[in-house]
């Protein structure tokens, strides 16, 4: 009987270009092994119920505003059988989860990957704190955050109260990127923009740029009460459209049609410029 060929071996001995050697001794699973195949079917269920198959597989036909019965045309599933699987009394097979991922073009994976979690916060009137307009001497209104907990907010809401002014007192307009949001609970507010002045009363609300100078002064002889909310403002990428020949300098006059147009950046048109120090402090984050 021939004998079997040596392997090769390079300088740190390891095997090249061949397969090792399998005994029968490590073709046998060993008690170990065994033991962890014996899977509790009660941990099995806990594993699926987990994942909220069916609240998932329901959130997406709620989404598109689709019925059982739609969503069975789609699938070739009973309504009936839709139904027991999205209240959890049945699971799916993978052949039935995937054609149900189809119709609403998800992955398999969407169903088994862990769900975000669900931003919650309450803000009780009692850890809120009062604090004033700095940076002046006399301050003009006091507000209280009422998102100060919540991180990487994407806007800010203020309750502020906005004091009676003497007819001399200067009030200073500020900037800030994005928007704001300006609802008058309480008293009247005259609420300077750009060059216009607007007389804001209880139950208006005004919504307006904020990268524009405001102001707000309050316009009765009692305080002027208001729930303000800075929305930030969202980078979105520039519209592909070119008022200019290519290759023309900002700054350069441009015919467009039969005008000569003077093509100028932001700054150099006069729109005012946001400050990276907001004034006064209830439109900055904490």
Do not use: W
């Not at 989404?63 to 839709?82: I, N, Q």
């Not at 307009?133 to 907990?149: A, C, I, K, N």
């Not at 007192?169 to 923009?193: A, S």
Request: charged share 25%; hydrophobic share 35%; with cysteine.
């Amino acid at each position: 009987m021939a004998s079997r060929k040596q392997p090769e071996t390079g300088i740190a001995g390891s095997a090249l270009d061949s397969e090792p050697e399998i005994s029968e001794a490590d073709m046998r699973p060993s008690r170990i092994d065994m033991a962890n195949v014996q899977i509790d079917p009660a941990t099995a269920e806990a594993f699926i119920a987990e994942r909220r198959i069916g609240e998932r597989i329901k959130k997406l036909r709620l989404k598109k505003s689709m019925g059982l019965v739609e969503l069975g045309r789609h699938t070739g599933l009973s309504a009936s059988f839709l139904s027991q699987l999205e209240t959890g009394r049945v699971v799916p097979t993978l052949r039935n989860l995937a054609r149900i991922a189809m119709v609403f073009s998800k992955d398999l994976s969407y169903f088994f990957e862990p769900e975000p979690h669900t931003l919650f916060r309450i803000h009780r009137k009692h850890e809120r704190v009062r604090l004033p307009q700095t940076g002046v001497d006399d301050p003009t209104y006091y507000f209280e955050s009422l998102g100060y907990m919540v991180p990487d907010r994407h806007l800010d809401p203020y309750y502020a109260e906005f004091i009676p002014l003497k007819p001399t007192t200067d009030v200073r307009p500020h900037v800030h990127p994005g928007y704001e949001f300006l609802y008058m609970l309480e008293g009247e507010l005259d609420l300077r923009h750009g060059e216009k002045t607007h007389l804001v009363q209880a139950g208006d609300s005004v919504y307006f740029d904020a990268s524009t100078p405001h102001s707000y002064r309050c316009a009765g002889k009692t305080p002027a009460v208001a729930l303000i909310v800075t929305m930030h403002q969202q980078h979105l990428p520039q519209p592909t459209v070119n008022l200019r020949p290519l290759g023309t300098p900002l700054g350069s006059r441009a015919t467009v049609g039969s005008q000569a147009t003077t093509l100028r950046p932001v700054e150099q048109a006069g729109i005012a410029k946001p400050r990276a120090v907001l004034s006064p402090n209830p439109l900055r984050r904490n």
